[in-house]
């Protein structure tokens, strides 16, 4: 069961409208795009460092091997995006919903993300060591490996998701629920404080339990 004073993440409140259409030619790194809506585009392989995207919708979008680094994105959409290998370190995204997407490699590493919000999304490793992530949901998803270590984390919830690793160590936890969500696997139990569990989680994590208390389990 919930804390009383558990806070859920803030929903990203879009609204999208009277955007233009532009050629996926407009992202470039370093490029400043606001009001736009841009679809089917291939972007492999493509330099976007720096780039910043204001109240933009990106639909059917194609990234295998794009670099996002320092990129902010800001106000925006991302539906369908397919991305087996995405850089994205260092970078910024404030009120942004990815739904539909896979990804498999998504390296964010000291990225922040602020009112953030995934949603159907499928995952094979997301790195997010030193991140900074407030107001994040991940809303029926499925990561196979989820690597926040050492980041600061302040109102997460992860409702109908599925982890399969998650790797905690040394984050700071405030606000997290995880009590939603099918975890099979987390690497470090200690650094857990914080964060909401069922009983059936901590039930399948006894053996993690013990480990840490130093504790010998016998049947």
Do not use: K, Y
């Amino acid at each position: 069961m919930a804390r009383d004073d558990l806070r859920p993440p803030l929903d990203p409140d879009l609204r999208l409208d009277d955007l233009e259409t532009v050629d996926g030619d407009a992202l470039v790194a370093r490029a400043d795009l606001a009001g736009v809506r841009i679809s089917g585009v291939d972007l492999a392989d493509r330099d976007l460092t720096g780039i910043h995207l204001s109240e933009v919708a990106l639909q059917e979008v194609r990234a295998e091997g794009a670099s996002l680094r320092s990129a902010v994105i800001s106000e925006s959409t991302i539906e369908r995006l397919d991305a087996p290998v995405l850089d994205a370190a260092r970078s910024r995204w404030r009120t942004v919903v990815i739904s539909d997407s896979r990804l498999g490699s998504l390296a964010a590493v000291e990225s922040d993300l602020d009112v953030v919000r995934f949603e159907r999304c499928r995952i094979g490793f997301a790195n997010l060591r030193g991140a900074a992530l407030t107001d994040v949901a991940l809303v029926d998803c499925t990561i196979d490996e989820l690597d926040v270590s050492g980041a600061t984390i302040s109102r997460l919830a992860m409702p109908g998701s599925s982890i399969r690793t998650l790797s905690i160590r040394d984050a700071t936890l405030a606000h997290v629920d995880l009590s939603e969500a099918e975890l099979d696997d987390v690497d470090d139990i200690a650094s857990l404080r914080g964060a909401t569990l069922s009983s059936d989680q901590l039930f399948a994590l006894r053996g993690r339990v013990a480990a840490a208390l130093g504790i010998r389990l016998v049947d």
